[in-house]
């Protein structure tokens, strides 16, 4: 009894190292972020979107006959799991291309290894320029560039606002740095500096010092370069201290959990962020939203985004009949897909052709609306 | 320099710093009496958050709006189940390895650190979580007859009063109270004081105690500080309390609270007159002056080798 009990697990276990027995009959895809730790908010807006659209895809017939199956890969936007949680993608999964990964610092390792492998890979959050910026043929994005988004931000600064003292500050990682850097750059442009830029420490929730100094500038706009669990302390702090500064950012506060870290929409409110024009209002998406709403889940942030990168890799593969990453890259160079995102295309580095980045607030109900 | 910003960087060192103290008092007596560095501690005080949070809900549900009320239930009921967690840590890591090498107990220690990380991480989830304000406003002083003030919050000032006050209790059980001897004793000759009849074994389980209720204090005023948490701010804290307890002398009380201060008011004044993207820097490179010229710390005892 006990001895065939134990050759049943050595069987199972074989069973499940064995690669999937079902590889013939479907695609496998793999879906790459945080889905742990500090950003796991982002890892699931991304797996909730792609999921959804496998399911669409899977339920209105599959692609070219194939059912798309999906893989998990957690990198919890830390660089050296994210390459591990590649190779695991590609070796053992064998997944024909991937979405994902959501930190750029996370993204731009883990892309090495997806063009080593010669397949497909499409993120859609990164917005680090590097990202697409090192000549990998068979990367794309989905979402726009930190330069641009920068420069809507540098440019609500000084017109709308007419700010005169712009504080830049970011959380040194490629992401929140790269954000910044954009930023200060557009500035310069526009011929005004900025009086302070300096860098916070990921992890830590005390920024007094730091707030203080921004008093002490007399900053009257705060520009920050960094994710949600940082800048809601940040403008926290800097309502407590009694500094009436504007903080504006970028895309790596679009979440509910912003308002949370901030401590709740007293403090969250008036903060300012650029992320592209709510994928949720967009008339081609609205079918999606309905749906995911029934199931209870806001899609949020980077939900829909997730969702068009599938249906971007579905199309590619049912054109060319084919899971080769340079054939699928070289039909996604010349061809427009349409997505719940509208009508999406890429110029030869991979970026789209059109950004669409508008600014946003927050309001005292905890939930962000367009600025007119 | 302008005075107004100096004293308010004094005071926003002070706070950070009296958190930092409070921590590193749990690190500080658990070296002073066994010798082994606690790296559970940390997560002990991330516990303590997200029980803050869980009896704030608790007591929020049965329409209780009193914030002194409040905040005392909090307070102790954070501080009996944290402590709870201290004497579990010592009863599962340390007790059954109190006869083993040196090094057995610091690896179950940080075993059991990861496992109450990913325990909170399972049960809780990996997002943030959030407190609600319980103290709103602050004190505006003025500084100087241009109008210049410097501004504490009612949570930090609170935070201050309870540190200074939790301090002198705790010093006074020490010097003044017979357990307070048994722990002296128990930390000058553990085998001496066992032949003196002191239960010794009770004597570390409360020490862990004592040390888990100081950061319990601190989990409950620096999440209600900063209105949010997730599992991960024990790593952070922990190593900067450490730090502040090498700092000050581990072993020494009072050395835990004064490398705290120290440290929250080096941090502060960097960040806040130089730069703040090599605080830390700036921080580690002072501990390692420090240790240069005074090895066993500001207020540490020097090590008597024995012949």
């Known amino acids: 009894m006990k001895k065939t009990s134990f050759y049943g697990m050595v069987l199972a276990l074989i069973a499940l190292l064995a690669p999937p027995a079902m590889a013939e009959e479907t695609i496998p895809i793999g879906v790459a972020g945080p889905l742990t730790g500090a950003y796991a908010a982002f890892g699931e807006q991304l797996w909730r979107g792609a999921e959804q659209a496998a399911k669409d895809i899977n339920a209105a017939g599959g692609v070219n006959g194939k059912k798309i199956e999906l893989f998990k890969g957690d990198d919890a936007c830390e660089p050296k799991q994210a390459r591990a949680v590649a190779s695991q993608l590609t070796d053992r999964h064998g997944v024909k291309a991937v979405i994902g990964h959501f930190c750029s610092s996370s993204t731009i390792p883990a892309s090495d290894v997806y063009a080593e492998a010669g397949i497909l890979h499409i993120t859609p959050a990164s917005t680090n320029p590097m990202v697409t910026e090192r000549r990998i043929t068979t990367l794309f994005r989905t979402c726009g560039r930190d330069n641009q988004q920068g420069s809507v931000g540098a440019d609500f600064v000084v017109n709308k606002l007419k700010a005169k003292a ?81 903080l504006i950012s970028g895309d790596g506060i679009v979440s509910e959990e912003f308002v949370v870290a901030a401590g709740g929409p007293t403090f969250a409110e008036g903060v300012h962020m650029t992320f592209g024009r709510d994928p949720r209002k967009i008339k081609e998406g609205q079918e999606v939203v309905e749906q995911l709403r029934k199931t209870g889940y806001e899609p949020e942030g980077y939900t829909l985004y997730a969702y068009a990168t599938m249906q971007i890799i579905a199309a590619a593969i049912t054109a060319t009949r084919s899971t080769d990453g340079a054939t699928l890259a070289k039909w996604l160079h010349t061809n427009d897909v349409p997505t719940v995102m509208g009508s999406k295309g890429w110029d030869a580095k991979g970026d789209l052709k059109v950004s669409d980045y508008v600014m946003y607030r927050w309001n005292a109900k905890g939930s962000y609306a367009e600025v007119p | ?42 997560e002990i005080y991330m516990v303590s958050a997200y029980l803050t949070a869980i009896f704030l809900a608790v007591l929020a549900s049965f329409g209780i709006t009193s914030v002194p009320f409040t905040l005392v239930v909090v307070l102790a009921a954070t501080i009996c189940v944290t402590a709870l967690h201290g004497w579990f840590l010592e009863r599962i890591a340390y007790r059954p390895l109190r006869n083993s090498t040196r090094l057995a107990p610091l690896i179950t220690a940080i075993g059991l650190s990861l496992v109450l990380q ?56 020490m010097h003044r109270t017979s357990l307070g001897r048994a722990c002296r004793a128990t930390e000058q000759d553990r085998i001496m004081a066992s032949l003196l009849g002191i239960d010794t074994d009770r004597v570390i389980a409360i020490v862990f105690i004592i040390g888990a209720a100081m950061a319990a204090i601190a989990g409950v005023l620096v999440s209600l500080n900063y209105g949010s948490f997730d599992f991960h701010i024990g790593f952070v804290t922990g190593i900067k309390a450490f730090t502040a307890a090498v700092l000050g002398g581990i072993g020494s009380l009072p050395g835990a609270m004064l490398g705290g201060l120290i440290l929250g008011l080096a941090e502060s004044f960097f960040a806040g007159f130089v730069n703040s993207d090599y605080k830390d820097v700036f921080a580690f490179s002072l501990l390692v002056l420090i240790l240069i010229f005074r090895p066993s710390g500001l207020l540490g005892q020097p090590q008597i080798t024995k012949v």
């Open chain 2, 1 to 42: 320099m302008e005075p107004s910003i100096l004293a308010q960087q004094t005071v926003n060192g002070l706070v950070l710093g009296t958190s930092y103290g409070l921590i590193a008092i749990g690190y500080t007596m658990v070296y002073g009496i066994i010798g082994m560095i606690n790296f559970a501690h940390g």
């Open chain 1, 166 to 246: 712009i504080a830049v500050i970011h959380d040194k990682d490629t992401y929140g740095q790269g954000l910044a850097d954009s930023m200060r750059a557009e500035l310069h442009r526009m011929g005004k500096k900025e009086v302070l830029y300096e860098g916070l420490t990921r992890g830590e929730k005390d920024f007094n010092a730091l707030v203080t100094k921004l008093k002490s500038v007399n900053a009257d706009a705060v520009y920050f370069g960094g994710l949600h669990n940082e800048a809601g302390p940040l403008v926290r702090q800097m309502k407590e201290q009694g500094l009436k500064a504007t």
């Open chain 2, 118 to 173: 990913n325990y909170v991480r399972l049960s809780q989830g990996a997002r943030s979580q959030g407190i609600p304000t319980l103290l709103q406003g602050s004190f505006a002083i003025p500084i100087d007859s241009h109008g210049n003030l410097i501004r504490i919050t009612h949570v930090q000032t609170l935070i201050v009063i309870v540190a200074l006050l939790s301090m002198a209790v705790l010093t006074f059980i």
